[in-house]
C-alpha cells in the first residue's frame, strides 16, 4: 500500500520582484510529497529547489497556488498560524547551521523547547535529543567548540525538539567534508526508520540521491521528473 500523501504543491507559483525585473522562480509547480518517507529535490542552482522547501516550511508564501500539508492550504493561514504551524510540525536543518553562538549545545536545543513550562522537563528533553545524536557529552560546549558535523548534529536535535512530523534540509552536508556528511545524512536517515519522520532534502548533488526513497528532479520552476528508489544506500556508501 503507497504511503499517504503529505504534502501536495497545487498550481504554485512563486516571483520574485528584482527592481524592474520579474523572476519566476517556480512556474506552476505540481508536486506531492508522501508522509515517512526521504525524499531528494534535486537540481542545480537556482532551479527554484530551495524555494519549494520555503513554502512548506511556510517561511514564504506563493504568488498563486495552495500548499496543502495534510490537507490544510498554509498559503492562505495568517501570520500567528504560520508561526503556530512552523514551530508545532515543522523543523529545519540549514547548511550554515543556525546555531546561536552564545548559548552552549543543550542550550540551543532548549531554545526550540522555549514554550514548554517545565524547566527540569526541558533540560531533559534536550539531552536526550543530543544522545540521540551522540552528543550529550558535548552538551556543554558552545558551537565554536564543537566540529561542523557536531555543530550540524545539534541542529539536527534542535530540529526534532518539538516532535516535528516533517523535517526541512537544505544541502545539510554541503558544508560538511565527506565522511561527516556521511555520519549526518546517516543520522537523517535513522529519523526516519525508528521515528516515521517525514524529511526532504533539497541538494544539487547527484551523489547525494540514491539514498533516498523519492528523488524529484527539479528544472526551472517546475517537476521535471520523479524517481521512486526501491533499494536506498546506507548514507555510508555514497561518494562525493
Known sequence: MPPETLIQLDSVNKDYQMGEV???????????????????????????????LNLIGGLDR???GRVLVQGRNIAVLGDKQLTGYRREQ???????????PTLNARE?????????????????????LLDMVGL???????PSQLSGGEQQRVA????????????LCDEPAGNLDVETGRHVLSVLHDMI??????VI????NTALAPMADSIVHIHDGSVASIEQNDNPVDASQLEW
Do not use: Y
Open 156 to 167: 539536527i536535535a534542535r530540529a526534532l525538539a518539538n516532535d516535528s512530523s516533517v523535517i
Open 22 to 52: 520579474t523572476v519566476h522562480a517556480l512556474r506552476d509547480m505540481e508536486l506531492s510529497l508522501p508522509a515517512g518517507v526521504f525524499t531528494v529535490l534535486l537540481g542545480p542552482s537556482g532551479c527554484g529547489k530551495t524555494t519549494t
Open 136 to 142: 550529550k557529552d558535548r552538551s556543554g560546549h558552545f
Open 62 to 64: 506563493p504568488t498563486s
Open 108 to 128: 540551543n536545543v532548549e531554545f526550540a523547547l522555549a514554550l514548554r513550562k517545565d524547566q527540569a522537563e526541558i533540560k531533559g528533553r534536550a539531552l536526550e
Open 193 to 198: 526508520q525508528d521515528r516515521g519522520t517525514t
Open 201 to 204: 532534502m533539497v541538494t544539487h
Open 90 to 100: 515543522v523543523g529545519f536543518i540549514f547548511q550554515f547551521f543556525n546555531l546561536i
